[in-house]
């Protein structure tokens, strides 16, 4: 597929998904996939106007979609490249994919993941392997796992299985291009992908530009982490030098040399959508839905907000990429989520260190319906003022402006920390 006379870089580069690889991909990996479902959400239907339809790929074996890759990578292997095992770097979800494949395919896997890595996504790992994963935790990132990820392969004459950066694993992933194709019953106006190293977007734009050309491609992608929106602006791959890990299912810095080509061309564009967006869409399908999804798995669903009355009318598929979600993160979301709404505010208030400061605090300052859901405070005497951490909840945003204005009608002094996030991360 990559043969000519090309150098190994340039045949990277060059390389597309056919659309007969990933059809003859689809029936070497049907065996080990859920027919998961794309249906109509009638929350977000009205919400936004549209026909909104959800691709279901939280309701895999391994709860996302990254089984298509790892078992169509690895089932490609030679016998003497499974007896040497395999090597993975991921957050999570690839991790849990390469650890299903080689409980089925009885090959040894060493699988990287960051120290970050939510419980439940390492629980989930051993489970799927069994006997045959091999899980080593270290690094803060993706992108800082894979180098201990590559010594190890070297080291064990290892097949290393890409997230994303393959054409087995692109392939792989296109599958689900053809799932919501067959499954979709008519034409397509918008599919929206969650983006991080570019493998599933790859996969799928590939199959969508072949089969429905009129269908825009949207790329999905967490603000702290857009290294795919960056590098499509400026022209090239970009490495990013800081990232945020929250949606650990799409946070990497750089992206694949072998994806970055594949999507400048086939994706129309990449929306950016902040971390706060997406715990409010995670508690909003819970609530509204009963459907349980990670951060990547409900980035595309966030990106509706974004899209106004482009999507008025039109058909919309998401695709819902996993569910491997930590219920120990959900204080975290919903704090993110309620920053995000502007629902909770915090500031650092200097009480004067005398009696009855704070009861005049909480009559005249406070609107009927704030509550405090935090308050840190030690008295100093040597000191005429007192600084004490506060945490405000107030019923809607609007409620926001009333109270700072009586903060400041009562001569409050007080520093507002929701806009200074190296402060706000001590809390």
């Not at 194709?181 to 996969?203: C, E, R, S, T």
């Not at 750089?254 to 594949?262: L, N």
């Not at 999507?263 to 967006?277: A, Q, S, T």
């Not at 399908?285 to 907000?305: K, Q």
């Amino acid at each position: 597929m990559m043969g000519g006379s090309k150098g190994p870089d340039a045949a990277r580069k060059s390389y597309r998904p056919r659309l007969s690889d990933i059809q003859r991909t689809k029936q070497r990996i049907a065996g080990v996939l859920v027919s998961t479902p794309l249906a109509r959400n009638n929350p977000l239907s009205e919400r936004y106007g549209a026909d909104i339809l959800l691709k279901r790929e939280d309701m895999q074996h391994v709860r996302s979609y990254k089984i298509r890759g790892a078992f169509n990578k690895i089932a490609g292997l030679s016998k003497e490249e499974l007896e040497r095992g395999v090597v993975c770097a991921s957050a999570g979800n690839h991790a849990q994919g390469v650890a299903f494949a080689s409980g089925r395919l009885k090959t040894h896997a060493a699988i990287f993941m960051p120290k970050p890595t939510p419980q439940q996504k390492i629980n989930q790992v051993r489970m799927f392997g069994r006997d045959f994963a091999e899980i080593v935790l270290t690094g803060d990132t993706y992108d800082d796992c894979c180098a201990e990820a590559m010594n190890c392969c070297e080291s064990r004459g290892a097949c290393f299985i890409h997230p994303f950066d393959d054409p087995q694993i692109i392939e792989g992933q296109g599958t689900l291009g053809l799932d919501i194709l067959n499954d979709a019953g008519h034409p397509i106006d918008y599919l929206l992908l969650p983006v991080g190293g570019g493998g599933l977007a790859a996969g799928v734009s590939s199959v969508f530009r072949a089969i429905s050309p009129e269908t825009k491609i949207i790329g999905v992608e967490a603000a702290g982490s857009p290294c795919m929106k960056r590098s499509f602006d400026e022209g090239r791959r970009v490495t990013l030098e800081e990232i945020d890990t929250f949606a650990d299912g799409i946070a990497v810095r750089t992206p694949g040399e072998i994806t970055y080509e594949i999507c400048r061309e086939n994706l129309d564009r990449i929306v950016v959508v902040p971390e706060g967006k997406i715990c409010t869409t995670i508690l909003e399908l819970y609530n509204e839905s009963a459907i349980v999804v990670e951060p990547a798995g409900a980035a595309s669903t966030a990106a509706l907000s974004l899209m106004g009355d482009e999507i008025r009318g039109r058909t919309v598929v998401c695709v819902v990429s996993g569910s491997n979600n930590d219920i120990t993160r959900m204080e975290e979301i919903k704090e993110r989520s309620m920053l995000y709404e502007g629902l909770k505010h915090y500031f650092i208030v200097r009480f004067p260190q005398r009696a009855g400061a704070l009861r005049e605090f909480l009559e005249h300052a406070l609107g009927p319906d704030d509550d405090i859901t935090l308050f840190q405070y030690a008295k100093k005497n040597a000191m005429e003022k007192g600084p004490a951490i506060v945490g405000i909840e107030v019923p809607s945003p609007e409620d926001f402006g009333p109270l700072l204005r009586r903060m400041d009608e009562q001569q409050i002094m007080y520093e507002y920390m929701n806009d200074k996030p190296d402060l706000l991360r001590l809390i």
